[in-house]
Nanobody, 123 residues
Framework: VQLQASGGGLVQAGGSLRLSCVVS????????IGWYRQAPGKQRELVAG???????NYADSVKGRFTISRDNAKNTVYLQMNSLKPEDTAIYYC??????????????????WGQGTQVTVSS
């Protein structure tokens, strides 16, 4: 199983970005995806998670601004990020846990991780 994250970039505060995470090497929809981020000097934190039937959860810091969704036909999970703030600056990673029905889990319980994509929000 491999994950390919993309869509990061440099954006001004208040702007938007859409991250994509493509899952390959796995057949079916029975997996959960978590989007995490890690800023310099900080721990990796869960941003949002989604399961195979699109139940989702969010960190309090992004509720109302970020939306996680998935297109099972394309094996792709998206993270739409609106009203971006400088404190959203981080490397964003997607992770997958296969055969898992909840929307997210602890970081060490994910099976595979993507390579990360940099998001930089300027003030």
């Amino acid at each position: 199983v491999q994950l390919q994250a993309s869509g990061g970039g440099l954006v001004q505060a208040g702007g938007s970005l859409r991250l994509s995470c493509v899952v390959s090497g796995f057949t079916g929809d029975d997996y959960a995806i978590g989007w995490y981020r890690q800023a310099p000097g900080k721990q990796r934190e869960l941003v949002a998670g989604i399961n195979g039937v699109s139940s989702s959860n969010y960190a309090d810091s992004v509720k109302g601004r970020f939306t996680i969704s998935r297109d099972n036909a394309k094996n792709t999970v998206y993270l739409q990020m609106n009203s971006l703030k400088p404190e959203d600056t981080a490397i964003y990673y997607c992770a997958v846990r296969i055969y898992y029905s909840e929307s997210s889990c602890a970081p060490f319980d994910y099976d595979y991780w993507g390579q990360g994509t940099q998001v930089t929000v300027s003030s």
